[in-house]
T-cell receptor, first 109, second 114 residues
Framework: DAKTTQPNSMESNEEEPVHLPCNHS???????IHWYRQLPSQGPEYVIH???SNVNNRMASLAIAEDRKSSTLILHRATLRDAAVYYC??????????FGSGTRLQVQP | DTAVSQTPKYLVTQMGNDKSIKCEQN?????MYWYKQDSKKFLKIMFS???????INETVPNRFSPKSPDKAHLNLHINSLELGDSAVYFC?????????????FGEGSRLTVL
């Protein structure tokens, strides 16, 4: 099974950058790395995904290690609305996306 | 306009009853999913349909029967409800492809079985 490892929780201060780590040591060459987040009482929301190169979008940046066995989701300036559970998922193409327990991000004012 | 919409948002019912949750997406996607999020907050895939055909069934009890009348709709019918069925059920959709790409989720339907 495509497994990722994330810290259970992290804290950040408002308007500071946040780096959320993820290990995916069993990743293979064609597996994509996805990040989703789930705000309280809402459905999961797509954040970003990538294969090999670093990726940027309006929500976040994804930094992928050269050996692809780990990645980091970067929120450049955390806001209170970014408090959520962040899921790092490997998309192997062999099954639907499988969500783990994620990292609960708390943002302090 | 809501991309993926589910009804009802809340459902409270007695054990043994039969209930349905409806899902519709207006994104033109070919693939739709049902996920279950239990009290421990784990989100698990239940079913996936591609162009009205079942492609994933993750060992869900046969009391759960998904139905896809067209590729924009995927409904979930549950027979003989049990206490353990209490959860939030999320519908999602995506474009067809080997890799899932971006999943769009509905807001969830909270089912409480008494």
């Amino acid at each position: 099974d495509a497994k990722t490892t994330q810290p259970n929780s992290m804290e950040s201060n408002e308007e500071e950058p946040v780096h959320l780590p993820c290990n995916h040591s069993t990743i293979s060459g064609t597996d994509y790395i996805h990040w989703y987040r789930q705000l309280p009482s809402q459905g999961p929301e797509y954040v970003i995904h990538g294969l090999t190169s670093n990726v940027n979008n309006r929500m976040a940046s994804l930094a992928i290690a050269e050996d692809r066995k780990s990645s980091t989701l970067i929120l450049h300036r955390a806001t209170l609305r970014d408090a959520a559970v962040y899921y790092c998922i490997m998309d192997t193409g062999r099954r639907a996306l499988t969500f783990g327990s994620g990292t609960r991000l708390q943002v302090q004012p | 306009d809501t991309a993926v919409s589910q009804t009802p948002k809340y459902l409270v019912t007695q054990m043994g009853n039969d209930k349905s949750i409806k899902c519709e997406q207006n994104l033109g996607h070919d693939t739709m999913y049902w996920y279950k999020q239990d009290s421990k907050k784990f989100l698990k895939i239940m079913f996936s349909y591609n162009n009205k055909e079942l492609i994933i069934n993750e060992t869900v009890p046969n009391r759960f029967s998904p139905k896809s009348p067209d590729k924009a709709h995927l409904n979930l019918h549950i027979n003989s409800l049990e206490l353990g069925d209490s959860a939030v059920y999320f519908c999602a959709s995506s474009h067809q492809g080997v890799h899932t790409g971006e999943l769009f989720f509905g807001e969830g339907s909270r089912l409480t079985v008494l």
